[in-house]
């Protein structure tokens, strides 16, 4: 559908977590007369169980997936994380006292999150995708470059093929070459630390319990998976971590198993590995702006944290709420949706709240990854008193569900 006084075309470049699923939502959801394609530079059929991680999902994303129908089918393979341990005792401590737990406060039935299987959720967003008939599909292509104008943008593709649009979306990850085209810049660094992926198999349940253990080089998180399994992000120094899953690659598992036993520790039984260990470089990266002539930035296009508090996507499900709800709106008003007026509403709603998030997870990287002695006491006392604080407990909870400040409708589970 080209734009035209009847209706309006946007471009969402980026199939993955983000960009597919604001593709079923526009579809599902926004008015008809926005038309949606949705461009990715993977094939639809590509493999996707390879990823191996564990996503904790919050109550607000639960939301958003339930409101466009991927929920009953994900619910099946998501656990519940109905507790969570804090501690930073040494390795050799002979117990972890947890410096931070939180159990009771969720309602009965609820939880702080849902682990959902990386690999599950893209093959579930792909198949909507592609069952969609109102989605146009281009895949597998790239948008090359584009220009805009007054009235839309211009697309060219990879394979050639030209598209017009009231409004791009950039959803196409960290790397993020539509934002780069627009010249929006990023405020960022690297940590020098990489994310160990695993998925764990144990002898004895784990009762829905995660825990976080903030070690000098990084935090190592215990999240659990359906079943006997919970899935680990092992944050290492880089060299080290290259080091320990070259030898597992090498046929030479021993010491990575050993260093991964004594972070494990024994409380769930004998453990084993569920298949290949993978890391991920860690950054923090956040646009300098979200918006441009034309241009939206949804998911890690915008931003990138620290995956510590497991909350990158959850972030970027933000987005794709608030750009959903803004569309709509716009829409109904018989509005341009990609006007620089609805691209700033856009702006405005996610730019605070996403920086705010990621120097937060930025502050507690750099507060727990070291072994200061005095910074090690002060932070222990700010945990405990936090600990002995329902109010701030039950504060810090909603937060991380996605409870708190202007939350789009769609992930307190209203209509739009
Ligand atoms: C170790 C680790 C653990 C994490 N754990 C959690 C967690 O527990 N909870 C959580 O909420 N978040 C977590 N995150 C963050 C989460 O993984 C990311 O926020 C999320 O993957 C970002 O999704 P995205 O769709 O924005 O980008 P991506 O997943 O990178 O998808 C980008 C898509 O764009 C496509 N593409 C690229 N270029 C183009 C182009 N030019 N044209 C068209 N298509 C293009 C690619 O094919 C891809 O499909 C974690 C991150 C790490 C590293």
Known sequence: MPNSRSGFRIVVAGGGFA??????????????????TLVDAAPPSAPRGRDG??????PASKNLLAAIGLWPRL???????????????PLNAPLRPHLLGFAEDVADGEAHAWLVEAGALLEAIGEAVTATPSIELIAPD????????????DIRLASGRDL??????????????????????????SYDQMGIVATIAHERPHHGRAVQHF?????????PLTGNRSSIVWTEDADKAQDLVQDLVNGA???????????FGHRLGEISLEGPARTFPLSFQMARAFAGERLALVGDAAHVVHPLAGQGLNIGFRDVAALVETVTETARLGLDIGSAAALERYQRWRRFDSAFSGAAMDGMNRLFSNDN????????????????APGLKRFLVREASGATGDVPRLLKGEAL
């Open 19 to 36: 960009g597919g699923t604001l593709a079923l939502a526009l579809a599902k959801l926004a008015p008809k007369t926005c038309g949606v």
């Open 373 to 388: 002695a005095p910074l090690r006491a002060i932070r222990d006392l700010g945990m405990g008193l936090v600990d002995r």
């Open 164 to 189: 017009r649009a009231a409004l791009l979306v950039a959803a196409d990850g960290k790397k993020s070459r539509l934002r780069d085209q627009a010249g929006i810049h990023c405020i960022g660094w």
């Open 215 to 223: 070690l000098p080089s990084g935090p190592f998180a215990i999240l």
């Open 53 to 58: 991680r564990g996503l904790a999902l919050s």
């Open 142 to 153: 790239s948008v090359e470059t584009f220009g805009t104008d007054a009235f839309g943008a």
């Open 75 to 89: 619910e099946p393979g998501a656990q519940p994380m109905t507790s969570i341990e804090v501690t930073d005792s």
């Open 253 to 263: 598992p021993d010491v990575f198993l050993a260093a991964l036993g004594r972070r």
